[in-house]
Protein backbone atom coordinates (compact mmCIF):
# COMPACT_ATOMS: atom_id res chain seq x y z
CA UNK A 1 0.00 0.00 0.00
CA UNK A 2 0.85 3.86 -0.14
CA UNK A 3 0.74 6.59 2.20
CA UNK A 4 -0.75 9.77 0.66
CA UNK A 5 -1.08 12.98 2.59
CA UNK A 6 -2.23 16.02 1.43
CA UNK A 7 -1.55 19.71 2.33
CA UNK A 8 -3.02 22.05 3.51
CA UNK A 9 -5.88 19.96 5.52
CA UNK A 10 -8.62 22.59 5.08
CA UNK A 11 -8.69 26.29 4.21
CA UNK A 12 -10.72 29.28 4.12
CA UNK A 13 -10.57 31.11 0.64
CA UNK A 14 -12.20 34.40 -0.51
CA UNK A 15 -14.23 34.01 -3.89
CA UNK A 16 -12.22 35.15 -7.23
CA UNK A 17 -8.83 33.20 -5.94
CA UNK A 18 -6.93 30.29 -6.16
CA UNK A 19 -5.84 27.59 -3.58
CA UNK A 20 -3.29 25.04 -4.65
CA UNK A 21 -3.19 21.68 -3.07
CA UNK A 22 -0.47 19.55 -2.53
CA UNK A 23 -0.32 15.89 -3.08
CA UNK A 24 2.53 13.58 -1.89
CA UNK A 25 2.94 9.62 -1.99
CA UNK A 26 5.53 7.97 0.12
CA UNK A 27 6.80 5.60 -2.42
CA UNK A 28 6.31 5.50 -6.38
CA UNK A 29 2.71 4.94 -7.75
CA UNK A 30 1.96 4.37 -11.71
CA UNK A 31 -0.90 6.74 -11.47
CA UNK A 32 -1.96 9.43 -9.61
CA UNK A 33 -5.91 10.96 -9.37
CA UNK A 34 -7.67 14.12 -8.22
CA UNK A 35 -11.46 13.89 -6.87
CA UNK A 36 -13.82 16.15 -5.99
CA UNK A 37 -16.54 15.51 -3.14
CA UNK A 38 -19.36 17.54 -2.43
CA UNK A 39 -20.91 17.71 1.28
CA UNK A 40 -23.06 14.30 1.80
CA UNK A 41 -22.02 13.08 -2.03
CA UNK A 42 -19.97 10.66 -3.63
CA UNK A 43 -16.66 10.91 -5.01
CA UNK A 44 -16.24 12.23 -8.75
CA UNK A 45 -12.96 12.10 -10.92
CA UNK A 46 -12.00 15.24 -11.86
CA UNK A 47 -8.65 14.52 -13.66
CA UNK A 48 -6.15 11.74 -14.17
CA UNK A 49 -2.72 13.42 -13.05
CA UNK A 50 0.23 12.27 -16.07
CA UNK A 51 3.97 12.14 -14.62
CA UNK A 52 5.31 14.70 -17.19
CA UNK A 53 2.47 15.60 -18.95
CA UNK A 54 -0.85 17.49 -19.25
CA UNK A 55 -3.27 15.83 -17.02
CA UNK A 56 -6.85 14.06 -18.38
CA UNK A 57 -9.50 15.30 -17.09
CA UNK A 58 -13.14 14.07 -17.11
CA UNK A 59 -16.17 15.65 -18.87
CA UNK A 60 -17.64 18.55 -16.72
CA UNK A 61 -13.78 19.64 -15.76
CA UNK A 62 -11.10 21.97 -17.50
CA UNK A 63 -7.81 22.76 -17.52
CA UNK A 64 -8.31 26.10 -17.01
CA UNK A 65 -10.26 26.00 -13.81
CA UNK A 66 -8.43 22.76 -12.41
CA UNK A 67 -5.27 22.72 -13.15
CA UNK A 68 -2.62 19.76 -12.60
CA UNK A 69 0.91 19.25 -12.14
CA UNK A 70 2.99 16.32 -11.57
CA UNK A 71 6.90 16.85 -11.74
CA UNK A 72 7.37 12.96 -10.64
CA UNK A 73 5.96 9.49 -9.47
CA UNK A 74 5.43 10.51 -5.93
CA UNK A 75 4.14 14.27 -6.14
CA UNK A 76 1.32 16.15 -8.08
CA UNK A 77 -0.60 19.62 -7.20
CA UNK A 78 -4.22 20.52 -7.64
CA UNK A 79 -5.18 24.20 -8.19
CA UNK A 80 -8.55 24.78 -7.57
CA UNK A 81 -8.80 28.40 -9.67
CA UNK A 82 -11.20 31.71 -9.72
CA UNK A 83 -12.60 30.12 -6.62
CA UNK A 84 -16.62 30.53 -5.85
CA UNK A 85 -18.83 29.29 -3.45
CA UNK A 86 -19.69 26.05 -5.41
CA UNK A 87 -16.29 24.86 -5.64
CA UNK A 88 -16.68 24.09 -1.53
CA UNK A 89 -15.75 20.70 -1.12
CA UNK A 90 -13.61 17.97 -0.21
CA UNK A 91 -10.72 17.68 -2.68
CA UNK A 92 -8.85 14.04 -2.52
CA UNK A 93 -5.91 12.85 -4.25
CA UNK A 94 -5.30 8.94 -5.11
CA UNK A 95 -2.57 6.80 -6.32
CA UNK A 96 -2.48 3.42 -7.13
CA UNK A 97 0.59 1.12 -7.60
CA UNK A 98 -1.66 -0.99 -9.65
CA UNK A 99 -4.71 -0.73 -12.13
CA UNK A 100 -7.60 -1.54 -9.90
CA UNK A 101 -6.33 -0.33 -6.61
CA UNK A 102 -6.36 2.83 -5.14
CA UNK A 103 -5.27 4.30 -1.90
CA UNK A 104 -6.38 7.69 -0.67
CA UNK A 105 -5.03 10.66 0.97
CA UNK A 106 -6.89 12.29 4.02
CA UNK A 107 -8.86 15.18 1.90
CA UNK A 108 -9.07 19.02 1.41
CA UNK A 109 -11.44 20.71 3.07
CA UNK A 110 -11.83 23.49 1.19
CA UNK A 111 -14.71 26.91 1.77
CA UNK A 112 -15.43 29.32 -0.52
CA UNK A 113 -16.96 32.60 0.80
CA UNK B 1 -21.77 6.44 -18.71
CA UNK B 2 -21.24 3.66 -16.34
CA UNK B 3 -22.73 3.98 -12.89
CA UNK B 4 -22.61 2.12 -9.25
CA UNK B 5 -25.77 1.71 -7.87
CA UNK B 6 -25.03 1.07 -4.02
CA UNK B 7 -27.97 0.40 -1.59
CA UNK B 8 -29.51 1.44 1.08
CA UNK B 9 -28.22 4.45 1.40
CA UNK B 10 -28.51 4.56 5.23
CA UNK B 11 -28.47 1.95 7.86
CA UNK B 12 -29.50 2.29 11.40
CA UNK B 13 -28.51 -0.72 13.38
CA UNK B 14 -28.27 -1.95 17.13
CA UNK B 15 -24.52 -3.27 17.76
CA UNK B 16 -24.03 -6.40 17.69
CA UNK B 17 -26.46 -6.91 14.26
CA UNK B 18 -25.16 -8.02 11.47
CA UNK B 19 -25.52 -5.41 8.22
CA UNK B 20 -25.37 -6.17 4.30
CA UNK B 21 -25.21 -3.69 1.65
CA UNK B 22 -24.72 -3.92 -2.26
CA UNK B 23 -23.64 -2.38 -5.66
CA UNK B 24 -24.64 -3.12 -8.79
CA UNK B 25 -23.87 -2.09 -12.50
CA UNK B 26 -25.85 -2.00 -15.80
CA UNK B 27 -22.45 -3.31 -17.12
CA UNK B 28 -19.76 -5.91 -16.44
CA UNK B 29 -16.54 -5.13 -14.02
CA UNK B 30 -13.40 -6.89 -13.62
CA UNK B 31 -12.80 -5.73 -10.39
CA UNK B 32 -14.76 -4.65 -7.04
CA UNK B 33 -13.37 -2.54 -4.25
CA UNK B 34 -15.09 -1.35 -1.01
CA UNK B 35 -14.00 1.35 0.65
CA UNK B 36 -14.89 3.09 4.21
CA UNK B 37 -14.73 6.92 5.02
CA UNK B 38 -14.70 8.10 8.33
CA UNK B 39 -15.92 11.73 9.10
CA UNK B 40 -13.33 13.74 7.91
CA UNK B 41 -10.86 11.54 6.28
CA UNK B 42 -10.30 9.83 3.19
CA UNK B 43 -11.62 6.62 2.02
CA UNK B 44 -9.53 3.67 3.24
CA UNK B 45 -9.74 0.43 1.15
CA UNK B 46 -11.58 -2.53 3.25
CA UNK B 47 -11.39 -5.38 0.06
CA UNK B 48 -10.98 -6.08 -3.27
CA UNK B 49 -12.37 -8.14 -5.58
CA UNK B 50 -10.65 -9.62 -8.70
CA UNK B 51 -12.10 -12.83 -9.74
CA UNK B 52 -16.53 -13.43 -10.86
CA UNK B 53 -17.82 -15.58 -7.36
CA UNK B 54 -14.70 -14.61 -5.08
CA UNK B 55 -15.60 -14.16 -1.34
CA UNK B 56 -12.88 -12.54 0.84
CA UNK B 57 -12.66 -11.73 3.82
CA UNK B 58 -11.29 -9.07 6.04
CA UNK B 59 -11.57 -9.56 9.80
CA UNK B 60 -15.55 -9.34 10.27
CA UNK B 61 -16.03 -8.11 6.92
CA UNK B 62 -16.46 -10.66 3.73
CA UNK B 63 -17.34 -9.29 0.08
CA UNK B 64 -18.45 -11.25 -2.41
CA UNK B 65 -17.59 -10.24 -6.19
CA UNK B 66 -21.24 -11.53 -8.30
CA UNK B 67 -20.71 -14.36 -10.62
CA UNK B 68 -22.64 -12.23 -13.66
CA UNK B 69 -19.70 -9.96 -12.68
CA UNK B 70 -22.37 -7.22 -12.27
CA UNK B 71 -22.79 -6.86 -8.89
CA UNK B 72 -21.09 -6.90 -5.41
CA UNK B 73 -22.16 -7.24 -1.74
CA UNK B 74 -20.45 -6.44 1.73
CA UNK B 75 -21.47 -8.14 4.53
CA UNK B 76 -20.47 -6.63 8.41
CA UNK B 77 -21.01 -9.28 11.37
CA UNK B 78 -21.87 -8.46 15.04
CA UNK B 79 -21.20 -4.58 14.08
CA UNK B 80 -19.60 -2.14 16.82
CA UNK B 81 -19.51 1.38 17.44
CA UNK B 82 -16.21 1.82 15.35
CA UNK B 83 -17.71 0.44 12.48
CA UNK B 84 -20.04 4.08 11.72
CA UNK B 85 -19.14 5.79 8.51
CA UNK B 86 -20.27 5.62 4.67
CA UNK B 87 -19.01 2.17 2.84
CA UNK B 88 -18.42 2.92 -0.43
CA UNK B 89 -18.16 0.10 -3.81
CA UNK B 90 -16.20 1.22 -6.61
CA UNK B 91 -14.88 -0.65 -9.50
CA UNK B 92 -12.59 0.52 -12.50
CA UNK B 93 -14.63 1.19 -15.63
CA UNK B 94 -13.23 -1.50 -18.91
CA UNK B 95 -10.57 0.31 -20.66
CA UNK B 96 -10.39 3.48 -19.33
CA UNK B 97 -6.80 3.66 -17.48
CA UNK B 98 -7.28 2.69 -14.01
CA UNK B 99 -9.74 5.26 -13.12
CA UNK B 100 -12.54 4.25 -10.64
CA UNK B 101 -16.07 5.04 -10.67
CA UNK B 102 -17.88 5.23 -6.85
CA UNK B 103 -21.47 4.20 -5.42
CA UNK B 104 -23.34 6.75 -4.08
CA UNK B 105 -22.37 5.06 -0.50
CA UNK B 106 -23.79 3.40 2.14
CA UNK B 107 -24.09 5.57 5.48
CA UNK B 108 -23.98 3.41 8.56
CA UNK B 109 -25.28 4.74 11.95
CA UNK B 110 -24.56 1.94 14.89
CA UNK B 111 -26.56 2.16 18.04
CA UNK B 112 -24.66 0.76 21.39
Known amino acids: SAVISQKPSRDICQRGTSLTIQCQVD?????MFWYRQQPGQSLTLIAT?????????ESGFVIDKFPISRPNLTFSTLTVSNMSPEDSSIYLC??????????FGPGTRLLVL | GQQLNQSPQSMFIQEGEDVSMNCTSS?????WLWYKQDPGEGPVLLIA?????ELTSNGRLTAQFGITRKDSFLNISASIPSDVGIYFC????????????FGQGTELSVKP
Open chain 2, 27 to 31: SIFNT
Open chain 2, 90 to 101: AGPPYNQGGKLI
Open chain 2, 49 to 53: LYKAG
Open chain 1, 27 to 31: SQVTM
Open chain 1, 94 to 103: SGSTSVETQY
Open chain 1, 49 to 57: ANQGSEATY
